[in-house]
């Protein structure tokens, strides 16, 4: 494990004691500290504001109760989490996960990478992310209803367009986001659009905010080569996930030139020598709700292998877009060895701590996910503008939005990289120019 400058790694010390037990917190604050020595020298009024220690301690932290009844007539009752992690730069932001690993240490981890992420788009939002240990695989579509109406029973109270604005993640699309608006609005009797985002096309949702994310990463990657007289052209790709955020980075990545060779699920992957067939996928995945042998079964060119890995497959460009620790050091080395130059983080903290740091001693550009999957939460922002304004845009105009928002993000971290000691570390970049932003505005607001 890398060592932290001696008053990071004092502060470091108190966040292990006091959140005990959340692994993935510590990482995603030790990923972030890891990049901070040479800006805390350069500004020492954040160590005497206390920035740091405030940054590490979530403004809000709710837990409840969410009981629901099976299609049995059993009730069950399930945990829900909101962690309002900080608001200097605008309402907190940031989606809800449903999935059986969620817990209270997996939703900090992830509102303290949106408070960065969110900085970096340049646009006015918090950070804050959300969920519930619910499981919705195999639930019939009553059942789901009624969770996610039990769910916003309790959340209703925590937010609100200039307070906390939701959206979704792992397990959480359109179809939920449609339940859980319907209950905010049953219970405040406010068409209130902009309390949530990833709402439908016809009730206040905006066009691309479905595609944002992995399309964001494929600009981001695409941007990267550019910088190095490089395109995806021609390039063979793999994507981890078949989920929102990978059916999306696939489809631009062939968009772009790329074949993408690879997807998976968390039963396995598919190898598809011809190109992904993305009109297939999507009617597997969102139409049928299906694993991706399905997808498998009917594509001659693909074959399934159950469990394993996708990082196995050939590629010189590879998208993680699962979920967190996804891509460990193993993998990392057999990725490097089969001639990867370029990896892109559509999802959260796939990668490991130990595998970034053997990609970017092989010399692969490595973007992380606060950068590159930023553009999910930027078109969210969008969204709450189109819904400010009682406006709608076209897909032109808003994918065009995205795309300078995107080159947005790469310029300040491409920038904060050199600033700050360490070119073309897009890591190193991503956390210092956003880590700046978020200090400056904590010390402007005063100790609150
Ligand atoms: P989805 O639920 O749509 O898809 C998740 C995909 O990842 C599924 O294919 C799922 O497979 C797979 N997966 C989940 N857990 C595991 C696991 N433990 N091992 C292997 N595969 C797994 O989620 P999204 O696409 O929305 O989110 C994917 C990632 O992107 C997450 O890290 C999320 O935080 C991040 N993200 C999402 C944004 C968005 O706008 N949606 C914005 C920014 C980041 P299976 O069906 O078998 O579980």
Not at 110 to 130: D, H, M, R, Y
Not at 223 to 249: F, P, Q, T
Not at 262 to 285: N, P
Not at 350 to 366: D, N, Y
Request: proline share 3%; with cysteine; net charge negative.
């Amino acid at each position: 494990m890398a060592t932290l400058d001696p008053h990071l790694q004092s502060i470091y010390e108190v966040v292990l004691r006091r959140n005990h037990g959340e692994q993935e917190f510590h990482q995603a604050v030790f990923e972030v500290f890891e990049s901070l020595a040479p800006v805390v020298r350069k500004h020492p009024e954040y160590a005497d504001n206390q920035v740091l220690e405030r940054l590490c301690e979530p403004e809000r932290q709710v837990i409840f109760r969410v009981p629901w009844v099976n299609d049995a007539g059993e009730v069950e009752i399930n945990r829900g989490f909101r962690v309002e992690y900080s608001s200097v730069l605008g309402p907190f932001k940031g989606g809800l996960r449903f999935h059986p690993s969620v817990n209270l240490g997996i939703i900090k981890f992830l509102g303290f990478e949106q408070i960065f992420k969110n900085a970096l788009t340049g646009l006015p939002i918090g950070g804050g992310k959300g969920g519930s240990d619910f499981d919705p695989k195999g639930r019939s579509e009553r059942e789901i209803m009624a969770f996610c109406q039990s769910f916003m029973t309790e959340l209703y109270r925590h937010i609100g367009e200039y307070t906390d604005v939701p959206a979704g993640d792992i397990g959480v699309g359109g179809r939920e986001i449609g339940y859980l608006f319907g209950q905010y609005k049953r219970i405040t009797n406010r068409y209130e659009s902009s309390v949530l985002t990833g709402k439908g096309l016809g009730w206040g949702g905006s066009r691309v905010r479905k595609e944002a994310t992995g399309y964001g990463t494929v600009f981001f990657a695409d941007e990267m080569l550019r910088a190095r007289g490089d395109s995806l052209d021609g390039k063979r790709v793999a994507v981890s996930g078949s989920g929102n955020v990978a059916i999306y980075a696939a489809e631009k990545a062939q968009e772009l030139g790329g074949t993408v060779v690879a997807c998976s699920d968390s039963g396995g992957f598919v190898i598809d020598s011809a190109g992904l067939d993305v009109t297939l996928l999507k009617h597997v995945k969102e139409v049928r709700r299906e694993r991706i042998s399905a997808y498998a079964a009917q594509r001659g060119s693909a074959t399934y292998v159950a469990g394993g890995s996708v990082w196995d497959v050939d590629c010189d460009v590879a998208l993680p877009c699962a979920t967190q620790n996804e891509l460990g050091e193993d993998a990392a080395i057999r990725l490097i060895k089969n001639g990867v130059t370029l990896v892109a983080e559509g999802a959260n903290m796939p990668a490991t701590p130990s595998a970034i740091r053997a990609l970017l001693g092989a010399g692969v550009l490595f973007a992380p996910g606060k950068a590159a999957n930023a553009g999910g939460v930027a078109t969210s922002a969008l969204e709450m503008q189109q819904n400010a304004s009682r406006d709608s845009w076209t897909s032109e105009y808003t994918e065009a939005r995205l795309g300078t928002i995107m080159r947005g993000i790469h310029e300040r971290c491409a920038g904060a990289a050199d600033e700050f000691g360490s070119p073309g570390n897009y890591v190193v970049g991503a956390n210092t120019s956003s880590f700046v932003q978020i200090a400056d505005a904590i010390i402007a607001l005063g100790v609150i």
